[in-house]
């Protein structure tokens, strides 16, 4: 019998949801010392402007702290405040000209945020201290006030590399870190084959891989200038050989037949030698019973090789045997949406529109100290940040917190013995425990906007705006007001565009990497590229992600159409790739390869899917997958099922639409 779904819809569970996680205690301490420092350092010298800029800068900092090795931290803390920096220099725009300059730095910024989290942080400070140059009344040239920006931008970014465990000062400590969660999700993703949690483990897989991906790529751009050192080059080949083993393990979750328990202990010895950077000792394979076992097994002992220290690898199969996993190539592949395409202009024009519009009504109700009302709006929009409605809801109940706290610190100083005029010191006290706390914080929005919002108000009464909580809580429900209308226009918002161009940049990824695995080597017998291979693989998997992250925020949307399912489609596209990286470990493995007629067709296939997605075909991609009979082979024939779920979901998007 079936039952009725009874549960809340979406987007009304999603205000409510919060990211789970330890506490992270190393924030908690660096925002401590962050914006407090640096607002009783300015204090005592009678700069109280300069010690606001530098907070601000300082609390950035805290927010986009984040764990991961010390490399990203430089890239995560140190390219926004040189934007935010940037953002002080440019915001000089006099009266209503501001309406015009803060457009055109939104637009820029919103489609910016595509391109991944870096660009997306500098270009919130890029916009948001623009607006804080245009709108805020401070005293002073506008390089002098960039100048205690990037102090304070430099302080945040001094204590994340400081402030860390003892161990995190190790050589590559940040690194093995990341390859060695690459093996506990691969671990995880064993234990799930033949689950129903085995697309979650899989998915997990591939945030672990991203992760370990991105940090490699930090080492190899921002590392001393020579040659590259023997630990460099051992964990290249580390990452190759988790590589090897995540593509086999998506087998397995393809294949769905559970691995013996003595098994599962393997990745885990792995990612304890790779913190450790030590060998892992005996490892137990799987009796290879079938292509994906097989694959696995001869992943486990090239994995013996890539972490045994001493040459020609003693005391493991020798070379002879199996070779050595090729360490990843150095080369930078782009990371996110392309900020130019169709993306990055739906985000940059609702971001640039939202922004211009609060803009103009800021200076219609304030004559000075306006930049609340574009800064409010400048956070709501973001789309990278959530679901509108839930950022709203969020927004509004923490800015009523933040300023009701702040209204009880004037009450709670008296009773501290300050008297009615108690100066800078209990503020700084104030912007101490806020920074203490955004940390916790940012594990809800709510949370995070209420810390921010009195750590902000602290800020501009210590600048010499003391009825600055007066007016905040009514700009951000203006804000949140008309962010839900302008964010709501229908030519502001196209799901098409932010959904179905990711899912369409995904199929084409798999597209490439599926033309890979199909193609018939040359006369002269030339070996596949097992690195090319790879790294197709991996840009379809991302690309995957960010589609369905797009797809899971979208569904959340107050206006969701139920009939839009675009979730349904990223999660066909998922499987595809799927069985894609199945059918590269079977034909690896010595089964008879599909016909070059039938592997151009699916090839095609898939691309006739991606530009339907797209926009960019009609009922052509019907016929190209009819054309497909990929008979006798299990990988192809639910490629094809999947392609065939992917144009049904698109004719329901399409008669939606309509």
Same mark, same amino acid.
């Given at each position: 019998?079936?039952?009725?779904?009874?549960?809340?819809?979406?987007?009304?569970?999603?205000?409510?949801?919060?990211?789970?996680?330890?506490?992270?205690?190393?924030? =908690?301490?660096?925002?401590?010392?962050?914006?407090?420092?640096?607002?009783?350092?300015?204090?005592?010298?009678?700069?109280?402007?300069?010690?606001?800029?530098?907070?601000?800068?300082?609390?950035?900092?805290?927010?986009?702290?984040?764990?991961?090795?010390?490399?990203?931290?430089?890239?995560?803390?140190?390219?926004?405040?040189?934007?935010?920096?940037?953002?002080?220099?440019?915001?000089?725009?006099?009266?209503?000209?501001?309406?015009?300059?803060?457009?055109?730095?939104?637009?820029?910024?919103?489609?910016?945020?595509?391109?991944?989290?870096?660009?997306?942080?500098?270009?919130?400070?890029?916009?948001?201290?623009?607006?804080?140059?245009?709108?805020?009344?401070?005293?002073?040239?506008?390089?002098?006030?960039?100048?205690?920006?990037?102090?304070?931008?430099?302080?945040?970014?001094?204590?994340?590399?400081?402030?860390?465990?003892?161990?995190?000062?190790?050589?590559?400590?940040?690194?093995?870190?990341?390859?060695?969660?690459?093996?506990?999700?691969?671990?995880?993703?064993?234990?799930?084959?033949?689950?129903?949690?085995?697309?979650?483990? +899989?998915?997990?897989?591939?945030?672990?891989?991203?992760?370990?991906?991105?940090?490699?790529?930090?080492?190899?751009?921002?590392?001393?200038?020579?040659?590259?050192?023997?630990?460099?080059?051992?964990?290249?080949?580390?990452?190759?050989?988790?590589? #090897?083993?995540?593509?086999?393990?998506?087998?397995?979750?393809?294949?769905?037949?559970?691995?013996?328990?003595?098994?599962? #202990?393997?990745?885990?010895?792995?990612?304890?030698?790779? %913190?450790?950077?030590?060998?892992?000792?005996?490892?137990?394979?799987?009796?290879?019973?079938?292509?994906?076992?097989?694959?696995?097994?001869?992943?486990?002992?090239?994995?013996?090789?890539?972490?045994?220290? %001493?040459?020609?690898?003693?005391?493991?199969?020798?070379?002879?045997?199996?070779?050595?996993?090729?360490? %990843?190539?150095?080369?930078?592949?782009?990371?996110?949406?392309?900020?130019?395409?169709?993306?990055?202009?739906?985000?940059?024009?609702?971001?640039?529109?939202?922004?211009?519009?609060?803009?103009?009504?800021?200076?219609?109700?304030?004559?000075?100290?306006?930049?609340?009302?574009?800064?409010?709006?400048?956070?709501?929009?973001?789309?990278?940040?959530?679901?509108?409605?839930?950022?709203?809801?969020?927004?509004?109940?923490?800015?009523?917190?933040?300023?009701?706290?702040?209204?009880?610190?004037?009450?709670?100083?008296?009773?501290?013995?300050?008297?009615?005029?108690?100066?800078?010191?209990?503020?700084?006290?104030?912007?101490?425990?806020?920074?203490?706390?955004?940390?916790?914080?940012?594990?809800?929005?709510?949370?995070?906007?209420?810390?921010?919002?009195?750590?902000?108000?602290?800020?501009? !009464?210590?600048?010499?705006?003391?009825?600055?909580?007066? !007016?905040?809580?009514?700009?951000?429900?203006?804000?949140?007001?008309?962010?839900?209308?302008?964010?709501?226009?229908?030519?502001?918002?196209?799901?098409?565009?932010?959904?179905?161009?990711?899912?369409?940049?995904?199929?084409?990824?798999?597209?490439?990497?599926?033309?890979?695995?199909?193609?018939?080597?040359?006369?002269?017998?030339?070996?596949?590229?097992?690195?090319?291979?790879?790294?197709?693989?991996?840009?379809?998997?991302?690309?995957?992600?960010?589609?369905?992250?797009?797809?899971?925020?979208?569904?959340?949307?107050?206006?969701?159409?139920?009939? +839009?399912?675009?979730?349904?489609?990223?999660?066909?596209?998922?499987?595809?790739?799927?069985?894609?990286?199945?059918?590269?470990?079977?034909?690896?493995?010595?089964?008879?390869?599909?016909?070059?007629?039938?592997?151009?067709?699916?090839?095609?296939?898939?691309?006739?899917?991606?530009?339907?997605?797209?926009?960019?075909?009609?009922?052509?991609?019907?016929?190209?997958?009819?054309?497909?009979?990929?008979?006798?082979?299990?990988?192809?024939?639910?490629? =094809?099922?999947?392609?065939?779920?992917?144009? +049904?979901?698109? %004719?329901?998007?399409?008669?939606?639409?309509?």
């Amino acid at each position: 019998m079936h039952r009725p779904d009874t549960r809340a819809p979406d987007w009304l569970r999603h205000p409510l949801a919060r990211q789970p996680g330890p506490l992270p205690w190393g924030g =908690v301490l660096r925002g401590a010392l962050g914006m407090g420092p640096l607002l009783a350092a300015a204090a005592a010298c009678g700069r109280p402007q300069a010690g606001v800029l530098a907070g601000l800068a300082a609390m950035f900092g805290s927010i986009n702290d984040r764990p991961g090795t010390a490399r990203s931290a430089a890239a995560l803390v140190g390219v926004p405040a040189l934007a935010g920096a940037a953002g002080l220099l440019i915001g000089q725009a006099p009266g209503w000209w501001a309406v015009a300059l803060l457009a055109a730095v939104g637009a820029v910024c919103g489609a910016a945020s595509v391109a991944g989290p870096v660009s997306s942080a500098a270009g919130v400070q890029l916009l948001v201290l623009t607006a804080v140059g245009c709108g805020m009344p401070m005293a002073g040239p506008a390089w002098t006030k960039a100048g205690w920006y990037l102090l304070g931008g430099g302080w945040a970014l001094l204590l994340r590399l400081a402030l860390r465990p003892p161990p995190a000062f190790r050589r590559l400590h940040g690194e093995r870190a990341a390859v060695a969660a690459v093996f506990d999700a691969l671990a995880a993703a064993l234990r799930a084959v033949g689950t129903p949690g085995a697309e979650p483990a +899989r998915r997990g897989l591939t945030v672990a891989l991203d992760r370990a991906d991105e940090a490699l790529r930090l080492q190899r751009l921002l590392r001393r200038p020579g040659p590259r050192r023997p630990d460099e080059l051992r964990l290249d080949e580390r990452f190759a050989a988790a590589s #090897a083993l995540c593509e086999a393990s998506v087998a397995l979750l393809w294949e769905g037949e559970p691995l013996p328990v003595r098994v599962l #202990a393997g990745p885990h010895r792995l990612a304890e030698a790779v %913190r450790r950077d030590t060998a892992p000792g005996p490892l137990s394979v799987p009796v290879a019973a079938g292509p994906a076992r097989s694959a696995f097994d001869r992943a486990v002992l090239a994995a013996g090789l890539a972490f045994d220290h %001493r040459p020609g690898g003693t005391g493991t199969p020798g070379p002879e045997q199996f070779e050595r996993p090729a360490p %990843r190539r150095p080369r930078r592949t782009r990371r996110g949406a392309d900020p130019a395409g169709p993306v990055g202009r739906e985000y940059g024009l609702r971001v640039g529109a939202c922004v211009a519009v609060t803009t103009a009504l800021a200076l219609l109700l304030h004559a000075d100290h306006w930049y609340w009302l574009p800064v409010t709006a400048a956070f709501l929009v973001k789309p990278d940040y959530g679901p509108l409605f839930s950022r709203v809801v969020n927004r509004f109940v923490g800015t009523a917190a933040g300023v009701l706290l702040f209204a009880a610190l004037g009450p709670v100083a008296a009773a501290a013995g300050y008297g009615p005029a108690p100066g800078p010191w209990p503020t700084v006290v104030a912007v101490a425990l806020c920074g203490a706390l955004i940390a916790p914080a940012l594990r809800h929005f709510a949370l995070q906007t209420a810390v921010v919002t009195l750590t902000v108000l602290a800020f501009v !009464s210590a600048g010499g705006d003391t009825q600055a909580a007066a !007016s905040r809580l009514t700009d951000t429900a203006l804000a949140c007001a008309v962010v839900l209308v302008v964010g709501h226009l229908p030519r502001l918002v196209n799901t098409r565009a932010r959904v179905g161009h990711r899912c369409a940049e995904a199929l084409r990824h798999t597209q490439r990497y599926l033309h890979d695995v199909l193609a018939v080597p040359g006369p002269a017998g030339a070996p596949d590229d097992p690195a090319r291979r790879a790294e197709l693989r991996r840009q379809a998997y991302r690309a995957l992600a960010e589609a369905r992250v797009a797809a899971e925020t979208v569904r959340a949307e107050l206006l969701a159409d139920p009939g +839009r399912d675009w979730l349904t489609v990223a999660l066909c596209a998922e499987r595809i790739a799927d069985a894609a990286t199945a059918c590269a470990i079977r034909l690896a493995h010595g089964l008879e390869r599909p016909d070059e007629v039938t592997a151009r067709r699916i090839v095609a296939a898939v691309g006739a899917v991606a530009d339907v997605l797209e926009g960019r075909a009609g009922p052509a991609a019907g016929p190209a997958v009819d054309a497909v009979d990929p008979a006798g082979c299990r990988t192809l024939h639910d490629i =094809v099922t999947e392609l065939h779920g992917i144009r +049904r979901r698109e %004719r329901a998007l399409a008669g939606a639409a309509g």
